[in-house]
């Protein structure tokens, strides 16, 4: 069974572009999370799913910003007209569901640098 | 409101001595879940424990052992016989109804183990 999975790793855009950011959760995990984390802070929650459903979004996550997971598997955190404020790593986790107290298993981020 | 403090930005020690990451947290919530993670320099976390809080006993594993402390509300963290790959940023955080059973965070201790 493999972790969690993000891709790319590493994006650089420039101040304007949009880019799109993809998270692979482990097999069965029904319920998905994204984070943004800056420097020498702690991650900062941004939405969940549960399956296809997304639950909940942080008032961070700006008109920008959209997520989405279709059919309940992957799921893509799309943000557009980048702005350098947007540098940051952008955290996936997901957990099984079975409770409210389930574990949070993290991907390796994907760290964004807008120019 | 929930809050997780870790008052040490950063600490710094020689291989080998022991060292004890501090968690400090505030919940209204009678029943919560606290956690560790590591966060070494590649940037994935990296999930060590979960501790309920209706369970105190203190855990071990290997170097690294926890404290929980209901009383002082209070989640200590010792590595024994500190390694260089131990360098890491070490993140604490709570989840309970208070808060959705989001993760609340801690600012994070970064953790230097000089060889």
């Known amino acids: 069974d493999t972790g969690v999975s993000q891709n790319p790793r590493h994006k650089i855009t420039k101040r304007g572009q949009n880019v799109t950011f993809r998270c692979d959760p482990i097999s069965e995990h029904n319920r998905l999370y994204w984070y943004r984390q800056t420097l020498g802070q702690g991650p900062e929650f941004l939405t969940y799913f549960q399956n296809e459903a997304q639950l909940e979004k942080s008032r961070l996550l700006s008109d920008r910003f959209s997520a989405e997971r279709p059919k309940g598997s992957f799921s893509t955190l799309e943000i557009q007209r980048t702005e350098q404020g947007d540098s940051a790593m952008y955290l996936c986790?997901?957990?099984?569901?079975?409770?409210?107290?389930?574990?949070?298993?993290f991907g390796p981020g994907t760290r964004l640098t807008v120019l | 409101a929930q809050k997780v403090t870790q008052a040490q930005t950063e600490i710094s020690v020689v291989e080998k001595e022991d060292v004890t990451l501090d968690c400090v947290y505030e919940t209204r919530d009678t029943t919560y879940y606290l956690f560790w993670y590591k966060q070494p320099p590649s940037g994935e976390l990296v999930f060590l424990i979960r501790?309920?809080?209706?369970d105190e006993q203190n855990e071990i594993s290997g170097r690294y052992s926890w404290n929980f402390q209901k009383s002082t509300s209070s989640f200590n963290f010792t590595i024994t016989a500190s390694q260089v790959v131990d360098s890491a940023v070490y993140f604490c955080?709570?989840?309970?109804?208070?808060?959705?059973?989001?993760?609340?965070w801690g600012a994070g201790t970064k953790l230097i183990i000089k060889p």
């Open positions: 955080a709570l989840s309970g109804k208070d808060s959705n059973y989001q993760l609340i």
């Open positions: 986790a997901s957990t099984s569901g079975q409770g409210t107290r389930d574990t949070q298993y």
């Open positions: 501790r309920n809080s209706f």
